[in-house]
């Protein structure tokens, strides 16, 4: 039967973690097509993004060196002297070489007079093109003598060199134009300034879409215009039916809008792949799993086999089934908080056995202790010569011996409230007082919060009893004072006397004493009849509330001795009764 249980067990646990760790894996197989499309997404966004910044910026920085040179060399004096007089054209031309060598988007040079004429230039070109310039650019600067005119315009020079921006400004003197000066910019070296990683074509436009530089020919439309199509009025663009992501860049104050295209055609590709690699995992993940799945199970249940075959051992009494699991997992924790439980077990019906002998062993000593012959003759034997010299005294002698006897004898419940104790410790020290008069006095200080808490019966005779029998036998004057009170929760009694103390070697032997369980107290005859009433109310202390409470000896020889007790604190309920008087 318990076979069947554990073979059940295991293919249930089996499935169990099949079922819980594949779904995950249809959750990924589920969710990664989507994972793919948001990130391919935020890739594609993110590249065209970051390129059309990096871009603008670089377009920004050559139009601004180039509009801020323009405006110093129209107002310089070698520039203005060069076109009044002709003269210094080295100087005008070192000053123009020694700018564009540092740029990174060179440019062709002119001077031109008011008169149409050219005076300087970087580059041949032949007389078309310089209609072009006297007849379209030149006006178009005169329009606004105070400003710079930056344009977009396509020239072609000699040696295949094309010029596709423009920057004019009039040559002032004294208000008056004496002439122009002009820079265009090469068509490669903006190509070649704006090829980027991870896009497939760059546009940079003037403010009326015309193209100024494009890294690929398909961006062209008519008029040399930039005019895709969009896609759901979105940044999604169609050109030659190709669809791509558009990035955009408006450069503030500046003329020029640059646009960063990202295809998307090749998503669909890599959906595939990493869905055919996904799919693959997932059924290599079945395999693996699917082991150890096998694997966890049958480790899972040799360790419940274990622990069954413990508890059975229990049930039939052996309480020596211990079990050991190495597994490292709760199992593990399992088999150990057994192990504990046993243990406590264990001890626990050592315990009750013990504090069972120990009750019945307290119950005998307690009635040899107020049965005592010599304890009664003492009495007695006062209470005769009383009889004679007071019978008033005598009368309450026998009232307190009465009462005396009758608590120690009642059968009641192990715990009592410590009010009757207390009765009965006033009425034993009241009768001692009477037998050795001014020899013995004594002192009781406890508050009403000790007098109602709940105490083992008869907690302090044994020891008030051990200081009067010893104590006489070194001083002939006996001093007994008896102090409880509560603190953290725990009742402390304390009694003290200066009945001479003891040496440390006897203070040694009850401290080894305690350490002793009951039976071994019980081999050692020597040390029972002589502190054999200290050892069991320290043994019933232990065994009642455990570690950390029982009975402690200071004593100082010549001087006396401080024993005190502790045990947790209990405030006495209305069912604990005490004996009438």
């Known amino acids: 039967m318990a076979v069947e249980k554990t073979t059940n067990f295991k293919e249930k646990t089996r499935r169990i973690f099949l079922k819980y760790a594949m779904i995950p894996v249809l959750v990924l197989l589920l969710v990664f097509p989507l994972f793919l499309l948001i990130a ?20 920004s920085q050559v139009y601004g060196s180039y509009y801020t040179e323009i405006g110093r060399m129209s107002e310089s004096e070698i520039v203005i002297d060069f076109v009044k007089e002709n003269r210094n054209s080295h100087l005008v031309y070192e000053q123009f070489y020694s700018f564009n060598n540092a740029q990174k988007v060179k440019s062709i040079f002119h001077i031109i007079d008011k008169n149409g004429m050219f005076l300087a230039s970087t580059a041949p ?12 650019v030149v006006p178009r600067i005169m329009r606004n003598p105070k400003e710079t005119l930056t344009e977009a315009n396509t020239l072609e020079y000699l040696h295949d060199r094309k010029t596709v921006y423009s920057f004019g400004r009039p040559i002032l003197e004294d208000s008056e134009v004496i002439g122009f000066i002009l820079y265009q910019l090469f068509e490669k070296d903006l190509r070649n300034l704006i090829f980027v990683q991870n ?25 040399n215009k930039f005019s895709p199509k969009y896609i759901n009025s979105g940044q999604y663009v169609e050109i030659n039916d190709g669809k791509y992501y558009m990035g955009e860049a408006f450069l503030s104050s500046i003329p020029i809008y640059v646009y960063t295209l990202v295809s998307t ?51 039939e009494g052996n309480l020596n089934s211990y079990v050991s699991i190495n597994s490292g997992d709760e199992f593990d924790i399992l088999a150990n908080q057994y192990n504990i439980m046993l243990d406590k077990l264990n001890a626990l019906i050592r315990k009750n056995e013990e504090l069972s002998d120990i009750r019945r062993i307290k119950e005998i000593k307690l009635l040899q202790a107020h049965l005592n012959p010599h304890f009664l003759f003492n009495i007695l034997e006062t209470l005769r010569y009383t009889i004679i010299l007071n019978q008033e005294q005598a009368t309450d002698i026998i009232m307190t011996l009465s009462r005396l006897l009758r608590y120690s004898l009642h059968d009641e419940s192990q715990d009592v409230v410590f009010k009757n104790d207390l009765a009965y410790i006033e009425d034993y020290l009241k009768l001692h007082k009477i037998r050795f008069q001014d020899g013995l006095t004594y002192n009781i200080d406890v508050s009403e919060e000790v007098k109602n808490a709940l105490v083992p019966k008869l907690l302090l005779q044994a020891i008030i009893e051990n200081s009067i029998k ?5 001083t002939k004057h006996l001093d007994i004072n008896v102090t409880g009170y509560v603190t953290d929760g725990k009742l402390v009694f304390e009694i003290r006397d200066n009945g001479g103390g003891m040496t440390e070697e006897q203070l040694n032997t009850i401290r080894e004493m305690n350490e002793l369980s009951q039976s071994e107290l019980a081999e050692s005859e020597d040390i029972s009849q002589k502190i054999g009433g200290l050892y069991n109310v320290h043994r019933r202390l232990f065994l009642l509330y455990g570690k950390g409470h029982g009975l402690q000896i200071e004593s100082t020889y010549g001087e006396g001795t401080l024993v005190t007790l502790t045990l947790p604190y209990r405030r006495g309920r209305d069912n604990v009764q005490g004996v009438d008087s």
């Open 199 to 223: 896009v497939e074509v760059t546009v940079v436009t003037d403010n009326y879409d015309r193209i100024i530089a494009a890294t690929s020919n398909i961006a062209k439309g008519l008029m």
């Open 40 to 59: 391919e997404r935020t890739r594609v966004v993110n590249n065209a993004s970051k390129a059309s910044n990096q871009v603008g910026e670089l377009i």
């Open 125 to 136: 070109f032949d007389s078309f093109t310089e209609s072009l310039i006297t007849e379209d």
């Open 265 to 315: 055609e090749f998503n669909t590709m890599v959906l595939a792949l990493y869905g055919t690699f996904v799919g693959i995992a997932g059924l290599f993940l079945w395999f693996i799993m699917n082991h150890l799945a096998t694997k966890i199970s049958a480790e899972n249940t040799s360790s419940i086999d274990k622990l069954l075959y413990a508890v059975y051992e229990l049930q």
């Open 470 to 474: 010893y104590g006489y036998k070194r």
